[in-house]
């Protein structure tokens, strides 16, 4: 049971570079998320998705984008990569949109550094 | 927007000890939820809490909620060296995230 499944794990980019964050999940979950985690900033949400075919931004999307690709892969993707975008990176995903309150099941993580 | 703080920042302390991190919301929420994160590693659910004044144990840890629904609390008892990591509380409006109590224990 793979649960939230995200790669790679590890990145290095240049500046202006660009790359993609896959992620999937295999619970059949309705509801994605990527957010980013710097020290001392705790998890900031980047872009959520309530449900198949919707997106929506979270509290910081600026250089960001995604794509709900079906209901089990919500990748992320860096245009142009700016060091400020060094960060760790995590998919999560949850039954029902979080505010029902269900449980936010998180990936690994994919720590990305920008050089 | 909606805002969540935890305090303190970071906890030192002697295994053995109790440890108590506290979260604060600028709105009313309709839940709470509990997440630990061991060093190196991705968060993981502890609990939720629904209803106001409610208190959940789970062994050495418990977890309050404010009877106003604005604020939270986690208290572990005798912390033991597999307590390290941080704890996020998490609002339910916009899936904010407090900043975290990074706890650590020394033996």
């Known amino acids: 049971n793979a649960g939230v499944t995200q790669t790679p794990k590890f990145q290095v980019l240049k500046t202006g570079q660009s790359m993609t964050l896959q992620c999937a999940q295999d619970?059949?979950?309705?509801?994605m998320y990527w957010y980013r985690q710097d020290p001392g900033m705790g998890l900031r949400l980047i872009y959520y998705s309530a449900s198949e075919g919707t997106t929506d931004k979270g509290e910081v999307p600026n250089g960001y984008n995604v794509s709900r690709l079906n209901k089990r892969e919500f990748s992320l993707r860096l245009e142009s990569a700016a060091p400020s975008q060094t960060s760790v990176y995590f998919c999560?995903?949850?039954?029902?949109?979080?505010?029902?309150?269900?449980?936010?099941?998180f990936g690994e993580g994919s720590w990305l550094t920008v050089v | 927007g909606q805002q969540v703080m935890q305090i303190p920042q970071y906890q030192h302390v002697q295994e053995g000890e109790d440890f108590t991190t506290y979260c604060n919301s600028s709105t009313t929420l309709s839940n709470i939820q509990w997440y630990k994160q061991r060093p190196g590693g991705h968060p993981v659910f502890l609990i939720q809490?629904?209803?106001?004044?409610e208190v959940k144990k789970q062994k050495r840890l418990t977890f309050q909620f404010g009877e106003a629904k604005k604020n939270s609390s986690l208290h572990i008892t005798a912390t033991q060296t597999t307590d390290v990591g941080t704890y996020f509380c998490?609002?339910?409006?916009?899936?904010?995230f407090g900043k975290g109590t990074k706890l650590t224990v020394n033996p």
């Open positions: 999560a995903s949850s039954g029902q949109f979080r505010w029902t309150g269900n449980t936010i099941y």
């Open positions: 809490l629904v209803k106001s004044g």
């Open positions: 619970m059949n979950h309705n509801s």
């Open positions: 998490a609002g339910s409006e916009k899936l904010v």
